[in-house]
């Protein structure tokens, strides 16, 4: 048996069996703390589940947010937000990578992008892309509806 058929053998023994990693835990803890932004026990799970260097990508301009910006942020939308809910509809894993799609819903409290939504609750799709290393996100890249969810609050 040469080299090269015996790696592509244990590549199909380990696919047969299952033995690549499952991160979908890790990923689910981000989606916990986004439901529940205040709370300590999902803020120490989502610290586990990231790496110290964790970053957030929202978009092209090549800013980033650290873990602890996120965190501070989405102790805000916790606030403004109370019944924020983030439910995971489909999850995908293809090797280091994670990708969710999900739906978030929630009514603000307050003034949300500069819109007054009085008592209108939103409901939109949003898309994230986690990369995984060693068990633990690494990165994620994301996109929201929130121009659909500001349409919603602005509705008559």
Do not use: C
């Not at 589940?49 to 980033?64: K, L, P």
């Not at 403004?80 to 995971?88: E, G, K, S, V, Y």
């Amino acid at each position: 048996m040469t080299l090269k058929t015996l790696i592509a053998s244990a590549a199909l023994a380990m696919a047969a069996t299952g033995a690549f990693a499952d991160d979908t835990a890790s990923v689910t803890a981000f989606y916990d703390l986004l439901s529940n932004p205040g709370s300590a026990e999902e803020i120490a799970a989502f610290q586990a589940a990231t790496a110290d260097t964790w970053e957030s990508v929202g978009d092209y301009s090549g800013a980033t947010k650290s873990r602890d910006a996120f965190l501070g942020q989405m102790g805000g939308f916790g606030q403004l937000i109370p019944d924020l809910n983030w439910q995971i509809e489909a999850m995908h894993q293809d090797g280091n990578f994670v990708t969710v799609r999900s739906r978030a819903t929630g009514t603000p409290v307050a003034q949300f992008f500069g819109v007054d939504g009085q008592g209108r609750s939103f409901d939109i799709m949003t898309i994230d892309i986690h990369e995984m290393q060693d068990g633990v996100i690494a990165r994620s890249w994301h996109v929201e509806d929130w121009a659909g969810a500001l349409r919603q609050l602005s509705s008559r």
